[in-house]
């Protein structure tokens, strides 16, 4: 927490290095309440000459440096000085605010619902500042980027751009707070950690430390949680808010606020510049694409779509987990030379500010639509480092998904094969013991903040260790276990690339009144020296909670015993499948801890204290066809 002097709030301060000022400011919303905020200004006087302002709005500290604001590959990451001093010398003014509740702003903080008419208010705000030209641009990581759609939800008049990095509700329902009705327990981990630096244990030493010693791996294995018996019961304001959002299990009004669902209110978006950056292990893959694909639709101003091969906010890394991608899968030195002039130059585009006589040419020149990391096609080997060298190289294109792909239907076979035809048998499935008590161990995949439980990125799925927290020994391959059911092609002849959305349909039974499906895309490469089992590369995974296979708002039990066709969806990804790789594809009930377990007795997940085995089974044959559904350079002919 910074120290607020309201009786400076006027007074610039010059800061270090020169050229820069700050001046803090309070933002008053409509309930009254005041938000704290600092503007940076190249001048004393920034009245003087209005400028376009880089708006902020963040819960971790306005002038607290973040990883995630990292600038270029083995260069300390800039503070937030550093950053406003790169932007005011490019003619800009640069505010960062505390969100509600959070650093020295008035309020309670409650996780999201409030930044909407937070974030429209400052727009407001800051439009009829003297020091404003009247445009306001927001930009930021993560929760600042869900801050900017939940702003733009509420219509803010001065929004005159967005960039959107690693995050951006289009539906939390499908990323970031449940994905298929599945609950993701990053939110938990999450609100530990933040519940541990909030204001609130700040001033309070017995606070600080109770939060400080919870032991958050030991209550992954106490769940369900209820009030007062949960890992946050030393906070009720942040368990109150976490234990609502487990609840709230079917799509309903919850879901629905404006800073939750930009889907439901893209009308409302400004018709504004927007540029969308995401990661293919980043949990916000879903929404990234559909706010770009949607705002490309809907409005006039063009949107842009920039996905490469990171975890969350890390892309001046080369890696994600145990896989490296190569020297040229960093933003910085491939897209631009540094993340910081990345942004600058973009911002330059978006709001029409093009240096003359062609001093930046590359605020000028076209920009493609869509900018992707298509991973694959590197030598398998161990690197320097301990990794495996996956190698991958950027693509352009004008559309998601890209356009030489089409989608294809390869077909799950009884004997573990995936097919390019459907099967010709009358009868064919495998049947499996799905129990809650044994979950399958979240391996990688598209997770962040989730330490200590968990981590995101691409491990090998042949052979997982004690990383694979939950994991019980021998720590044998992931389809060593009866409850996995793994189904491959033969190894490629040729590459394949497969780039675009990606599901199952599959045809299922239970024994229970309700039960998870979940699905693993991945790279399967031979074997070699370094790694004589070979390296099964984790690309996307989805789960579907069986509740909810014909409506998330209205959820009924199955019937034991009946076949029902269900849609697993995984986010989207781009890759190259070497020739001698196989494609293969995992299909279990259960991915702990990155998503709640089913309980299998029908009853919500928050609420059950009781479990049962579920005998869950895949269908395979020519009535029942399970397939799974990609988007593959040159259609189906690509496979043969």
Request: glycine share 10%; with cysteine.
């Amino acid at each position: 927490m910074t120290s607020y002097d309201a009786s400076a709030a006027a007074r610039p301060e010059p800061l270090a290095g020169g050229a820069l000022w700050r001046r803090a400011l309070r933002v008053p919303v409509r309930d009254g309440v005041h938000l704290v905020a600092d503007l940076y200004s190249a001048s004393a006087e920034p009245e003087t000459t209005p400028l376009p302002v880089l708006l902020e709005r963040t819960p971790y500290g306005r002038r607290a440096a973040r990883v995630s604001d990292q600038d270029r590959a083995g260069v300390p990451v800039p503070s937030p000085e550093e950053i406003a001093r790169h932007f005011t010398g490019a003619g800009y003014h640069v505010v960062r605010q505390d969100c509600r509740g959070r650093g020295d702003s008035e309020g309670s903080f409650v996780k999201y619902l409030g930044e909407g008419p937070d974030g429209a208010d400052t727009v407001a705000w800051l439009v009829d500042q003297p020091w404003c030209d009247g445009r306001v641009v927001m930009t930021g990581v993560s929760y600042s980027a869900h801050c900017q759609s939940a702003a733009a939800a509420e219509g803010a008049p001065g929004l005159a751009a967005m960039f959107q990095d690693s995050g951006g509700f289009s539906s939390a329902y499908d990323a970031g707070l449940r994905m298929g009705g599945a609950f993701e327990l990053k939110q938990v981990t999450w609100a530990v950690r933040h519940a541990a630096r909030s204001p609130e244990a700040a001033s309070d030493p017995v606070l600080s430390e109770a939060l400080a010693r919870v032991d958050v791996a030991g209550w992954f294995g106490a769940m369900p949680w209820r009030p007062g018996c949960s890992p946050l019961r030393h906070l009720p304001e942040y368990e109150d808010f976490l234990l609502e959002q487990w609840r709230q299990d079917a799509f309903g009004e919850y879901y629905r606020n404006p800073a939750l669902y930009g889907r439901g209110f893209y009308e409302r978006f400004p018709d504004a510049p927007s540029l969308h950056l995401g990661s293919w292990y980043d949990p916000y893959v879903r929404s990234t694409i559909e706010n770009f694909t949607a705002l490309r639709e809907l409005k006039s101003a063009p949107s842009y779509l920039v996905m490469g091969p990171w975890t969350h906010g890390h892309r001046c890394e080369t890696h994600a987990g145990d896989v490296d991608f190569g020297p040229r899968a960093t933003l910085d030195g491939n897209l631009a030379p540094s993340y910081l002039e990345f942004r600058r130059r973009w911002f330059d585009r978006a709001l029409g500010r093009v240096a003359p006589d062609g001093a930046d040419g590359a605020a000028r020149e076209d920009l493609p639509a869509v900018q992707y990391f298509l991973m694959g096609g590197g030598d398998g080997r161990r690197d320097a480092a301990g990794r495996m060298r996956h190698g991958g190289a950027w693509r352009t294109d004008g559309q998601w998904p890209p356009t030489a792909t089409a989608p294809v239907a390869l077909y799950l076979t009884a004997d573990g094969l995936l097919t390019a035809g459907p099967p010709a048998v009358d009868a064919a499935s495998v049947t499996y013991d799905f129990d809650p008590r044994d979950p399958v161990p979240t391996l990688g995949g598209q997770v962040t903040s989730g330490e200590p439980v968990m981590a995101g990125g691409a491990f090998d799925q042949n052979a997982p260790d004690a990383r694979a927290h939950g994991a019980r020994e021998p720590f044998l391959p992931l389809d060593a276990r009866p409850d996995v059911i793994s189904l491959s092609t033969p190894p490629l002849r040729h590459d394949v690339v497969l780039a675009g959305p990606v599901s199952a349909r599959l045809y299922v039974s239970s024994t229970a009144l309700d039960t998870d499906f979940t699905i693993k895309l991945i790279d399967v490469h031979p074997p070699n020296t370094d790694y004589p089992h070979g390296f099964a590369v984790n690309l996307t995974d989805g789960i579907l909670r069986c509740r909810f296979r014909d409506s998330f708002e209205k959820p009924e039990p199955l019937v034991p015993g009946e076949v029902y066709a269900i849609e697993v969806t995984a986010p989207d990804t781009a890759n190259r499948f070497a020739a001698g790789h196989r494609i293969r594809l995992d299909v279990s009930s259960s991915n702990f801890p990155r998503f709640d377990v089913n309980s299998n007795t029908g009853e919500p997940e928050a609420a059950a204290r009781r479990t049962v085995v579920a005998t869950n089974t895949v269908h395979m044959d020519a009535e029942r066809p399970s397939q799974l559904r990609v988007w593959v350079e040159g259609g189906t002919d690509a496979l043969r």
